[in-house]
C-alpha cells in the first residue's frame, strides 16, 4: 500500500499549490468592485433573471445509458486481467454479457434515445 | 523506516509537482507558437529571446490582475472550484511511470486509477459553471457533462485494450509487454484503438473540434467566463496538465512508453518525445478542424465510437483468450 501514500501526499501537495498561489495573488492583486463589474457577463446586456433553471429530460436517458455501459466497464476491468489464465470459456462469458447489453443498446438505438433533439 | 519512505514520497510527489507545473507552462508556448505556424503568424515573440520568457509574464500578469466574483454568484461554489478541478487534473500524473522505476508510484491499478481521477475533473468544471450563475457557464457545464458521460465509455474501452493484451493495469507492465511489438503497431487493432483512443482522447479533454463547452463565438469561454485572475490561471493550468497526462498515458498504452534504441536512461526522453508527439497530433487536430454541433458529438460517440471500441476489446480478448497472450507468450 505504500504507494497510496504518496499518491495522498501528491493530492496534499496540489491542493498546498492552488491554495498558496491564490493566496499569493490576493495579497497582490487590486480589488476596486463596483456594481457593472460585480454584474453577471452577458456580452454587455443586463442578464434577465437567474440561470440556475431546470433542463430538459434527454439529458437523464443519455445519463441512463451511461451508468448502463459505465457499470459493464466495472465487469470489464477485473475480467481482463485475468482473461489469460480463464481461456476461451471466459471469453465467451463475457461475450455473451456484452452481447445482452448490446441488445440494450440496440433498442435504446431504435426508440431514438441516441438522437439528440 | 517508515519516515523515510514517507520522506522519499514527499521529494518524489514535490519534484514531480514542479515538472509538472513548468512542463504545462512551457506547453503552452508551445502550442501558441504551433498554432502561429500553422495561421502564417509568428507568436509570442517580445518576452526573452523567441518570446520564452512568455509564460512567466502570462503567470505574473494573471497573478496581479484583480479577481472579480460575480454578486449573485454561489461564492463558495465559484471560489473552490478552480481547486476542485486542479486536483484531479493534476493527480493524473502520481501513477505514470516515466521510466522503470522513475515515478511517483506505479501503482497495481493504474489504468484504472488513471481513468478514475481523470473522469473526476467534471465535478470542478460542473461546480465553475453552476457556481458562476451565469447563462454561458451553466450551458457550458450541461453540455460538459453530457460529453463526459457521452466519451468516458470510449475512452475507458479503448485504454481497456492495451490491458488486455498486456493482462495488467500497471502501466509499467503494460510497456513491458510492448517490447516486442508496440500495440499500436500491433495489425489492425492497434492502430483502430488507437485512433479511437485519440477522438475519445480529444472530447474528453474538450478540445476542437468537440469544444461546444467552450465554445467562444457563442459561449464566449463557457463554465470560466466569470473567472478572473489566478483563479482562471488555475483553470487553465488544470486543463493542460489534463491534456499533457492523457498524451502520456497515450504514448504508455500504445506507443511503447520508454522504450526505444539506445542506453536505458533515454527511456525518460523516448516517453516524452512520445507523449509530445500525441500532444501536437492533438493540437494539429485543434487547429485544423472546425467545431461540430452537439447532436453530431453525440451521434459520433453512442452511434459509432462506443460500439466500435466494445468490439475491439472483444477482439483484442479474443486473441489473448485464444493464443494466450498477445505475443503468443
Known amino acids: ?16 499549490f492552488g491554495v498558496v498561489s491564490l493566496g499569493a495573488a490576493a495579497l497582490l492583486r487590486p480589488f476596486r468592485p463596483n456594481a457593472a463589474k460585480l454584474g453577471n457577463y452577458e456580452c454587455g446586456t443586463e442578464p434577465i433573471g437567474s440561470a440556475w433553471v431546470q433542463f430538459p429530460v434527454g439529458f437523464y436517458l443519455v445519463a441512463l445509458m451511461f451508468i448502463v455501459f459505465d457499470t459493464l466497464a466495472v465487469f470489464l476491468i477485473p475480467w481482463a486481467l485475468v482473461l489469460r489464465s480463464l481461456g476461451p470459456g471466459g471469453f465467451w462469458a463475457m461475450a455473451l454479457f456484452v452481447g445482452i447489453i448490446g441488445l440494450g443498446w440496440a433498442y435504446a438505438y431504435r426508440e431514438g434515445i441516441l438522437e439528440w433533439k | 523506516m517508515t519516515t523515510a519512505l514517507a520522506v522519499r514520497d514527499f521529494v518524489a510527489a514535490f519534484v514531480l509537482l514542479n515538472a509538472v507545473i513548468a512542463v504545462v507552462t512551457y506547453v503552452t508556448l508551445l502550442e501558441r507558437k504551433f498554432a502561429a505556424r500553422m495561421q502564417s503568424r509568428i507568436g509570442p515573440y517580445r518576452v526573452g ?47 505514470i511511470p516515466f521510466a522503470p522505476g522513475l515515478g511517483l508510484a506505479d501503482l497495481n491499478i493504474g489504468v484504472l486509477f488513471f481513468l478514475a481521477v481523470s ?34 465509455l470510449p475512452f475507458i474501452f479503448a485504454a481497456l485494450i492495451p490491458v488486455v493484451l498486456g493482462g495488467t493495469l500497471r502501466l509499467g507492465g503494460i510497456v513491458e509487454a510492448q517490447r516486442g511489438l508496440w500495440f499500436v503497431a500491433y495489425p489492425l487493432l492497434g492502430q483502430l484503438g488507437f485512433l479511437a483512443y485519440l477522438v475519445a482522447m480529444i472530447a474528453a479533454e474538450n478540445r476542437v473540434p468537440f469544444d461546444i463547452l467552450e465554445a467562444e463565438s457563442e459561449l464566449v469561454a463557457g463554465f470560466r467566463v466569470e473567472y478572473s485572475g489566478m483563479k482562471f490561471a488555475l483553470i487553465q493550468l488544470a486543463e493542460y496538465a489534463h491534456v499533457i497526462g492523457t498524451s502520456y498515458l497515450g504514448a504508455l498504452l ?15 526522453i523516448w516517453l516524452s518525445l512520445k507523449a509530445l508527439a500525441v500532444f501536437l497530433l492533438v493540437t494539429w487536430v485543434r487547429w485544423s478542424f472546425v467545431r461540430i454541433r452537439v447532436d453530431q458529438i453525440l451521434g459520433i460517440s453512442w452511434k459509432l465510437l462506443l460500439p466500435a471500441t466494445l468490439s475491439l476489446l472483444l477482439v483484442a480478448a479474443a486473441v489473448v483468450a485464444y493464443s494466450g497472450g498477445a505475443r503468443g507468450a
Open chain 1, 1 to 16: 500500500m505504500s504507494g497510496y501514500v504518496g499518491v495522498a501526499i501528491f493530492a496534499g501537495l496540489i491542493l498546498a
Open chain 2, 49 to 95: 529571446p523567441h518570446g520564452l520568457l512568455q509564460p512567466i509574464a502570462d503567470a505574473l500578469k494573471l497573478m496581479m490582475k484583480e479577481d472579480v466574483v460575480p454578486a449573485t454568484s454561489d461564492r463558495w461554489v465559484f471560489n473552490l472550484a478552480p481547486l476542485v478541478f486542479l486536483i484531479p487534473c493534476v493527480l493524473i500524473f502520481a501513477t
Open chain 2, 119 to 152: 473522469a473526476l475533473e467534471i465535478v470542478g468544471l460542473f461546480m465553475a459553471g453552476w457556481g458562476s450563475n451565469n447563462k454561458y457557464a451553466l450551458l457550458s457545464a450541461m453540455r460538459a457533462v453530457n460529453q463526459i458521460i457521452s466519451y468516458d
Open chain 2, 254 to 268: 500504445f506507443l511503447g512508453g520508454w522504450l526505444g534504441p539506445g542506453p536505458a536512461w533515454l527511456g525518460l
